[in-house]
């Protein structure tokens, strides 16, 4: 067995490491700044916070069909940057935690992405956004292809989405009704546009003597030739097809423009509402 010897030693005060002494704090702030190193691969692990969420995920189609012309065209790109910069809806846009993710797209033929997916939280978010809005290049195309733009949205647009959205909200806004798709195939687009939990909104824009009835008589369209295609010819009102045809999902409403004047004014009120879930149990203004 090995000796050994007990000694009884007085405690001797800790003063290297006192928090008031100067040793003790160069300690701690070694400790914290290795700390802080650590925490990029921490959160990179996935242990640091939880995944960032969007309460809303908006998207803004917008029709550039023959019927709209360039005037036409800059009318609803100002209409849109009006309303990002408008006061309300900024207060709206930044009032959930994470902000209001937002894309745009403007369709005609085809359907083309025009603004990615990018996060308004700020107002200065908004406004870099509404001069983005304001630069968008206009995109050729002659027919109105609902159907084309609802298939690019589910195909495309929402799977891009950068983190998870708890409400995804598709405004749509047009002078026209669809003139390139079977009603049959058009109702199973919108279909599977729903299926991703989306809820389509619709903003018809009204313009006496040119869509006071549509549906009825003969469109050209792209695969049909000089042939009528195959929509529904019932005469109606833009609205009501709207109503009818593209409006659908939780809390979905639809809201009149009153010709491109008052594009920027509904919109804004529309954003609004959408963005700020208001709209439930709304189906048209």
Known sequence: MWPFRSRLRRPRPATGHRVGSGRGLRRLARIGLAAAAALPALQAAGGARPEQTAAVALVVSVDVSQSVDDSRFRLQMEGIAEALEDPGVIAAMTGHP???????????????????????????????????????????GEFTCLGQMFRTVTASVIPALPVPAERIVVDVSGDGIDNCTDPDDLEAERTALLATGATINGLPILVPGENDVVGAGAYRAPGYGLRATPLPQERTDLAQWYGAHVVAGPGAFLLKAAGYGDFSRALRRKFVIEVSGLAAGKREE
């Open 98 to 140: 994470g902000g209001t993710l937002f894309a745009m797209i403007t369709w005609a033929d085809r359907a083309g992405l025009a603004l990615g997916w990018r996060r308004i939280a700020t107002r200065a978010d908004a406004l870099a956004t509404a001069a983005q809005v304001r630069a968008t290049p206009r995109q050729s």
